[in-house]
């Protein structure tokens, strides 16, 4: 799945995910009405807002899904069922999205939100600890 991700997310480690693009609100909205592709299978993206249960992800899984079928194929990659490929990609889309909330401004005491430079001083501090 490591590779799968890599290949669909340009990431190698979850720490990438910190900076990850969101799929759009109006993406998003428009799919769930039904008015909207949903996502693209060339240039995937999560919504990480959400957890994997969102329709946009569920979209996604299955996107990587079969196309981990086809690398398994492409590369002779040992059979694994459907639902173990879909729950190792589900652990890894939670993984990811830890490192992504991790990342996200919080709110300070003063009703402000943290400086990207804050953020970057906190998961530095965090790291250290």
Excluded at 16 to 26: F, K, N, P, Q, T
Aim: aromatic letters at 8%.
């Amino acid at each position: 799945v490591r590779e799968l991700f890599k290949i669909a997310f340009h990431a190698t480690k979850d720490e990438e995910y910190m900076l990850h693009v969101l799929a759009s609100c109006e993406a998003i909205l428009s799919f769930t009405h039904g008015t909207g592709t949903g996502p693209d299978p060339l240039a995937m993206q999560w919504d990480m807002v959400t957890t994997y249960r969102s329709e946009w992800n569920q979209k996604v899984i299955d996107l990587l899904c079969t196309q981990y079928t086809t690398l398994q194929v492409i590369n002779q990659w040992s059979r694994r069922s459907p639902q173990s490929i879909k729950d190792d990609i589900i652990t890894k889309f939670s993984q990811c999205r830890r490192c992504w909330r991790k990342a996200q401004p919080l709110s300070l005491s003063d009703s402000t939100h943290e400086t990207m430079q804050q953020v970057g001083d906190r998961l530095v501090d965090q790291m250290n600890e």
